[in-house]
């Protein structure tokens, strides 16, 4: 079992980055780079776990969901990649990354 700690808690500081940030941030683009990073994050987390489905898309929720989105995406992620044995090396790095460059991004 791998230790996926360092994806979750780097969720949970964006999401709480992106539900402390005003709404006018969230408009100027914080908010579409949280959604885009949910997404990316729930469709790795849906080929790993169910290969031979197309993966589903995440909604958008709004703006003041977005942070929670993160979270549930990640911890999607985070499960599968604790749980699969054939989980390709690096993706738990990868996805650490991609949370850490959508944060950046988002200027949060």
């Known amino acids: 079992m791998r230790d996926t700690s360092e994806l979750t808690a780097a969720a949970e500081r964006f999401a709480d980055r992106l539900r402390a940030a005003p709404h006018s941030r969230l408009q100027r683009g914080a908010a579409a780079e949280g959604l885009a990073l949910a997404r990316e994050l729930a469709v790795?987390?849906?080929?790993?776990?169910?290969?031979?489905?197309?993966?589903?898309?995440?909604p958008d929720?709004?703006?003041?969901?977005?942070?929670d989105q993160v979270v549930v995406a990640a911890a999607d992620l985070a499960e599968t990649l604790r749980t699969a044995p054939d989980a390709p090396e690096g993706e738990l790095d990868e996805a650490v990354g991609l949370v850490r460059a959508a944060e950046a991004r988002a200027g949060l």
Do not use: S
């Open 61 to 67: 929720a709004g703006l003041f969901a977005v942070g």
């Open 44 to 58: 790795r987390a849906q080929r790993l776990e169910f290969p031979d489905r197309e993966p589903r898309i995440m």
